[in-house]
C-alpha cells in the first residue's frame, strides 16, 4: 500500500509539473518585455507576477485571437495551443508580486484613494487591489502602465470582454487618472 501511494504522489506530481516545465523556456520569451520574473522595467509594460491565473490566460487568449490588438502580443500569441497559455499563466500567477516602486506622494495618493472609494475600484479588483479571477491586480503595478491603460479605456480604445471600465472612468480628467493611478501603484499587497 505504501508503495502504491508513493507512485501515485509521483504521478501526480509528474502530470502536475509537466505544464510548468515547459513555462520558463517560454517566460523567457515574456521576460524580453514583462521582465525578469515577471516584473517589468519597461516603461509602460505591465508586470505579470503575482497576477491571477484566469485574468492572464484570458488577456493571452484574447492577443492570440486578435480580440485585444497589440502587434506585439498578437504575434507573441499567435503559435500558442492553449496548454502553453495555460502553462505560462500558471506560472506567472505563482510568482510573487512586484512590491511598490515609489513611495506615495502624500496629496496624489489621498486624492487617488478618494477618487477609488468613489468609483469602488475595490469592488471588482478587491479591497487590497490584489485582483481575482478576470479581474486584475493593480497593486504595485508599474504606475505608468496603469496610467496607460485607463487613458485607453476612457478613450475606447482598450478591447477585451468587459465594457465597465470605460463607463467607470468616463469623465475622470487626466489629473484624476494620474493620481488614481499612483496611488494604485504605491499601495502595498495586502495592506
Known amino acids: 500500500m505504501r508503495r502504491f501511494r508513493f507512485g501515485a504522489a509521483v504521478l501526480a506530481a ?4 509537466v505544464p510548468l516545465a515547459a513555462a520558463p523556456e517560454q517566460a523567457g520569451l515574456c521576460a524580453a518585455c514583462h521582465g525578469a520574473r515577471g516584473v517589468s522595467a519597461m516603461a509602460e509594460v505591465p508586470s505579470l507576477a503575482g497576477q491571477p491565473e484566469t485574468f492572464l490566460t484570458l488577456q493571452m487568449i484574447l ?4 480580440i485585444r490588438r497589440f502587434e506585439p502580443m498578437n504575434a507573441a500569441m499567435q503559435s ?4 502553453e497559455v495555460e502553462a505560462l499563466a500558471r506560472f506567472h500567477a505563482a510568482l510573487p508580486p512586484p512590491a511598490p ?13 478618494a477618487l477609488s472609494a468613489e468609483h469602488r475600484c475595490g469592488v471588482c479588483h478587491r479591497a487590497d487591489y490584489a485582483g481575482q479571477a478576470q479581474v486584475p491586480r493593480l ?5 505608468d502602465y ?6 485607453d479605456y476612457r478613450a475606447g480604445r ?8 470605460q463607463a ?18 504605491t499601495v502595498p499587497l495586502g495592506r
Open 14 to 17: 509528474a502530470l502536475f509539473c
Open 63 to 66: 492577443f492570440r485571437e486578435r
Open 80 to 83: 500558442m495551443q492553449d496548454a
Open 101 to 113: 516602486g515609489t513611495a506615495p506622494e502624500a496629496e496624489r495618493a489621498a486624492r487617488g484613494r
Open 139 to 143: 497593486s504595485g503595478q508599474r504606475e
Open 146 to 151: 496603469l496610467l496607460h491603460a485607463m487613458r
Open 158 to 165: 482598450r478591447q477585451g470582454t468587459d465594457t465597465s471600465m
Open 168 to 185: 467607470v472612468l468616463y469623465g475622470l480628467s487626466d489629473r484624476d487618472l494620474a493620481d488614481l493611478a499612483h496611488y494604485l501603484a
